[in-house]
């Protein structure tokens, strides 16, 4: 496999970065995550304006345009065949030898990029046919979470919870109300309206959630933004999850509790080959 890093296409073997990258001593970095479907990237202008707004947010400057980084997210598909899978992407704010909580001078210490890719059957998914299983837990992350850093130990460890609870994932909830899940945004539809929280720092502005949220409304169907509790969505009619890698995923069980009929529900389900179909159109 071909990565790139820092301006070089380069074997994975031979890809290095400075131990004292602010990435890896401060997690002080920013990274998107590109599905790509028929050799060809979904949404990725949704993608490269949220990493925009992230390094803004940061005050991080970015070491390649836009147009740049399109064209390395290309080459990086046609070298390494890629057909179905997904590119992830990390700008941290470089290495600097002196390690310090203060960020270095941008003009000395440029910020540092590494791209690779992942090839990976992601449309036709077995999951999707049967459904996750979730539990709820604390939402401990810091919070700016709507800023898509790389610091994801509190989302992993929910991920272990859920694994050695034998489940598949876990919604995290603050205040008494579902933020999202470890790497996903969380939904359900009662009635046969769609919640799903409202935008803020709580969340991440999920790529795939505004366009499933589109194309919901476009279907006439009724979306509702705003907080939801684990009791609310344990007596929801169906749940499921977006992002760039699961698209649509149906929640069938929350807590120990069926969601619904305890399987895939039909808004989920068109929804997903709703977004697989006019994703595929959009893909450059
Ligand atoms: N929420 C969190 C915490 C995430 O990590 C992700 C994706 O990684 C999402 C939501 C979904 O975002 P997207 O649809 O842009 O992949």
């Keep these: 496999r071909i990565v790139y890093v820092n301006g070089d296409y380069v074997p994975e073997a031979e890809a290095k970065v400075s131990v004292f990258d602010r990435g890896?001593?401060?997690?002080?970095?920013?990274?998107?995550v590109t599905s790509v479907l028929d050799g060809?990237?979904?949404?990725f202008e949704g993608h490269a304006t949220r990493l925009?707004?992230?390094?803004?947010?940061?005050?991080?400057?970015?070491?390649?345009?836009?147009?740049?980084?399109?064209?390395?997210?290309r080459e990086l598909v046609r070298r390494?065949?890629?057909?179905?899978?997904?590119?992830?992407?990390?700008?941290?704010?470089?290495a600097d030898a002196d390690r310090d909580?203060?960020?270095?001078?941008?003009?000395?210490?440029?910020?540092?990029?590494?791209?690779?890719t992942q090839s990976k059957k992601l449309a036709d998914s077995p999951a999707a046919k049967v459904g996750m299983k979730v539990i709820s837990i604390e939402d401990q992350r810091w919070g700016r979470r709507d800023i898509k850093t790389v610091q994801l130990l509190y989302p992993s460890m929910g991920k272990m919870?859920?694994?050695?609870?034998?489940?598949?994932?876990?919604?995290?909830?603050?205040?008494?109300?579902?933020?999202?899940?470890?790497?996903?945004?969380?939904?359900?539809?009662?009635?046969?309206?769609?919640?799903?929280r409202h935008l803020g720092n709580e969340i991440l502005h999920g790529i795939t959630r505004a366009a499933v949220l589109?194309?919901?409304?476009?279907?006439?169907?009724?979306?509702?933004?705003?907080?939801?509790?684990?009791?609310?969505?344990?007596?929801?009619d169906e749940a499921f999850i977006t992002s760039a890698s699961t698209f649509v995923m149906p929640v069938v069980e929350i807590d120990g509790e069926a969601?619904?009929?305890?399987?895939?529900?039909?808004?989920?389900?068109?929804?997903?080959?709703?977004?697989?179909?006019?994703?595929?159109?959009?893909?450059?």
Aim: charge should be negative; aromatic fraction near 8%; charged fraction near 30%.
């Design 52 to 73: 925009e707004r992230s390094l803004k947010e940061l005050d991080m400057a970015s070491p390649v345009t836009m147009d740049e980084l399109l064209e390395i997210h």
């Design 259 to 284: 969601v619904g009929s305890g399987t895939p529900g039909p808004v989920a389900t068109r929804l997903r080959e709703i977004y697989l179909d006019e994703s595929r159109k959009a893909a450059i």
């Design 214 to 236: 589109r194309f919901a409304r476009e279907a006439q169907m009724r979306v509702e933004e705003r907080p939801f509790t684990i009791e609310e969505a344990q007596g929801a």
């Design 80 to 94: 390494n065949e890629v057909a179905e899978g997904m590119i992830y992407l990390q700008i941290t704010r470089g």
């Design 24 to 32: 890896f001593l401060f997690a002080d970095g920013v990274y998107e």
């Design 101 to 116: 909580f203060a960020f270095p001078d941008p003009e000395k210490v440029p910020s540092s990029i590494v791209l690779f």
């Design 40 to 43: 060809k990237l979904i949404d």
């Design 161 to 196: 919870m859920a694994k050695a609870a034998g489940k598949d994932d876990a919604w995290m909830v603050e205040d008494g109300a579902v933020t999202e899940g470890t790497s996903n945004n969380a939904y359900i539809v009662k009635d046969g309206v769609i919640v799903t």
